[in-house]
Nanobody
Framework: QVQLVESGGGLVQAGGSLRLSCAAS????????MGWFRQAPGKEREFVSA????????YYARSVKGRFTISRDNAKNTVYLQMNSLKPEDTAVYYC???????????????WGQGTQVTVSS
C-alpha cells in the first residue's frame, strides 16, 4: 500500500503561481511513477502530468504544457507540481496518484491521495 497526501492548494489570482506537493508513505516511493490529475465540478477527472520513477521522463497535458512542471525528490518521498501562469480554467481539485508506470489515464492508477483544492480567480 502507498499512502499519498497532497498539500499546497489554495486561492490565487490569475497569472499567479502555486506549488503542490504530494508526500508518499508506505512502500518504496522510488519504485513508483507518479501522476497529477484534476477534477473540476461537473467534469471528469483529467490528466495533468506524470513522471517516471527516476524522474527522467515527464508527460504533460496540452493545456498545461509550458506552464506546469512536475518533479520528484525520492529522498523526501515527495512529488511536486509547480504551476505558473495560472488561469481560471485551472480551478479544480488536484489529485496525485501512484502506480508502476506514468499512465495518463486515471483508471490505470492504483493509489490516490485525497486531493487539494486550487482556485484561480479572474
Amino acid at each position: 500500500q502507498v499512502q499519498l497526501v497532497e498539500s499546497g492548494g489554495g486561492l490565487v489570482q490569475a497569472g499567479g503561481s502555486l506549488r503542490l506537493s504530494c508526500a508518499a508513505s508506505g512502500r518504496t516511493f522510488s519504485n513508483y511513477a507518479m501522476g497529477w490529475f484534476r477534477q473540476a465540478p461537473g467534469k471528469e477527472r483529467e490528466f495533468v502530468s506524470a513522471i517516471s520513477w527516476s524522474g527522467d521522463t515527464t508527460y504533460y497535458a496540452r493545456s498545461v504544457k509550458g506552464r506546469f512542471t512536475i518533479s520528484r525528490d525520492n529522498a523526501k518521498n515527495t512529488v511536486y507540481l509547480q504551476m505558473n501562469s495560472l488561469k481560471p480554467e485551472d480551478t479544480a481539485v488536484y489529485y496525485c496518484a501512484a502506480d508502476t508506470q506514468p499512465w495518463v489515464i486515471a483508471g490505470d492508477y492504483n493509489y490516490w491521495g485525497q486531493g487539494t483544492q486550487v482556485t484561480v480567480s479572474s
